[in-house]
């Protein structure tokens, strides 16, 4: 199994909604990421997770707060979220990071997220 | 700090025809990675071919080879007999030791290429 998948594909709420991205691989990656991508932009990394700790947190809003329950699933919960904060939301998972420079890293199909 | 630049922000071919997408980088490691991913409207990032700084010889996956000259800090993909399906963005990435004290890897992307393939 060489997937990463991620549900919602599409998600519409309002700034005082709680709501939960969810991702899950089962390829025995040990690293786990995500992205923001804004349209006609790069993706622009979020959040890191190394052997379920979180290793990067890329200054993001307290108002995305990620959880790593287990090694095959990564969440991201979001609280409060602002109109500017809409955009696509990309999961990805890798290999163990801890050497060389090789680091495929593969993604999910993302969230489609849209704040009203 | 590392950078990646993709000059060309939208491309046209012909369908059957060979193109060729520019990426210069700029980093200061000595041992870095080289990849390319495609992403279609769908929004997925897809790999399509890795170079390692060290690697003699150019990568190629099928019908996609990159074109990577060290000393230019060039790595240019080069599609072959592309089809519909090629119509797509296409982003450069790299990854470089610098970031793998933390554990993990941060890959820094371009800016990207919109591909469109004309039948």
């Known amino acids: 199994d060489t997937e990463v998948t991620q549900t919602p594909k599409h998600l519409v709420m309002g700034m005082t909604n709680k709501k939960s991205l969810k991702c899950e691989q089962h390829m025995g990656h040990r690293a786990m990421y995500w992205y923001k991508q804004k349209a006609k932009k790069p993706p622009e990394l979020m959040f890191v997770?190394?052997?379920?700790?979180?290793?990067i947190n890329e200054s993001v809003p307290s108002r995305f707060s990620p959880e790593c329950p287990n090694s095959s699933l990564l969440n991201l919960h979001l609280h409060a979220l602002q109109p500017e904060d809409s955009a696509l939301y990309l999961c990805a998972s890798s290999q163990d990071p801890s050497g060389g420079t090789y680091n495929e890293q593969f993604f999910g199909p993302g969230t489609r997220l849209t704040v009203l | 700090a590392q950078k990646i630049t993709q000059t060309q922000p939208g491309m046209f071919v012909q369908e059957k025809e060979a193109v060729t997408l520019d990426c210069t980088y700029d980093?200061?490691?000595?041992?870095?990675?080289l990849f390319w991913y495609k992403q279609p409207s769908s929004g997925e990032m897809i790999f399509l071919i890795y170079q390692g700084s060290y690697d003699q010889q150019n990568a190629t996956e099928g019908r996609y080879s990159l074109n990577f000259q060290k000393a230019r800090k060039s790595a240019n993909l080069v599609i072959s007999a592309s089809q519909l399906g090629d119509s797509a963005m296409y982003f450069c990435a790299m990854i470089g030791e610098r970031f793998s004290g933390a554990g993990s890897y941060q890959l820094t992307f371009g800016k990207g290429t919109k591909l469109s393939v004309i039948p």
């Open positions: 980093t200061s490691d000595p041992s870095y990675g």
């Open positions: 997770y190394s052997y379920e700790k979180l290793s």
